[in-house]
């Protein structure tokens, strides 16, 4: 079972919200884990988005828009990127990560279509 | 404004070697850990290793343990990746990034191993 796993495609509305999922493997709990989030458009490195861990312990990427913005669902033992108010430049591929045991482990990534 | 830039990617056959190199600028250098992540063609990120702003910590993935390893040289303001006994698996756009968030990525070099 990956560390990590993220649906690989979602497709979504311009003006609607998309919620993107990272579930994290048995055993390892999301409650105690920061989830860090990217965003990569074809051609392009990754650029940061955001960290979340709690309400009270969360950071946005310099730049990143405030229709951006993480939480958890622990009963699902998942990180949770939202995107409110979908724009065509959203659509990207967009990958969750996490430290686990001195070592970055990064889900195989969801590509966001905006249609 | 924080600037990656990498190089010394290239063809190669495969056993042979490559030393990477990342220039970082726009931030005090030392004060940062780094990593380098990369990025098989059409195919998601892979974190690659990490060192702390002293060199004092340095974590490696299982995949490339044993034949990569990584540096810096904080009165240059670069970081380095010298990797041996590539394979083709290894081919792929290599990222340097800043910060244990991954805050700042470069725009990648291509290594390709092949013969």
């Known amino acids: 079972q990956a560390v990590l796993t993220q649906p690989s495609s979602l497709s979504a509305s311009p003006g609607a919200s998309a919620s993107l999922t990272c579930t994290l493997r048995?055993?390892?709990?999301?409650?105690?884990?920061?989830i860090y989030w990217y965003q990569q458009k074809p051609g392009s490195p990754p650029q940061y988005l955001l960290r979340?861990?709690?309400?009270?312990?969360?950071?946005?990427g310099s730049g990143v828009p405030s229709r951006f913005s993480g939480s958890k669902d622990a009963s699902a033992n998942a990180g949770i990127l939202l995107i409110s108010g979908l724009q065509s430049e959203d659509e990207a591929d967009y990958y969750c990560?996490?430290?686990?045991?001195?070592?970055?482990?990064f889900g195989g990534g969801t590509k966001l279509t905006v249609l | 404004e924080v600037q990656l830039v990498e190089s010394g990617g290239g063809l190669v056959q495969p056993g042979g070697s490559l030393r990477l190199s990342c220039a970082a600028s726009?931030?005090?250098?030392?004060?940062?850990?780094m990593s380098w992540v990369r990025q098989p063609p059409g195919k998601g990120l892979e974190w690659i290793s990490y060192?702390?702003?002293?060199?004092?910590?340095?974590y490696y993935a299982d995949s490339v343990k044993g034949r990569f390893t990584i540096s810096r040289d904080n009165t240059k303001n670069s970081l380095f990746l010298e990797m041996n006994s590539l394979r083709a698996e290894d081919t792929a756009v290599y990222y340097c990034?800043?910060?244990?968030?991954?805050?700042?990525w470069g725009q990648g070099t291509l290594v390709t191993v092949s013969s």
């Open positions: 990034a800043k910060e244990g968030g991954f805050d700042n």
């Open positions: 726009g931030f005090t250098f030392s004060d940062y850990s």
């Open positions: 060192i702390r702003g002293s060199s004092s910590t340095i």
């Open positions: 048995s055993g390892i709990n999301v409650g105690t884990s920061t």
């Open positions: 979340y861990k709690s309400d009270s312990d969360k950071q946005q």
């Open positions: 990560m996490i430290w686990h045991s001195s070592a970055v482990v």
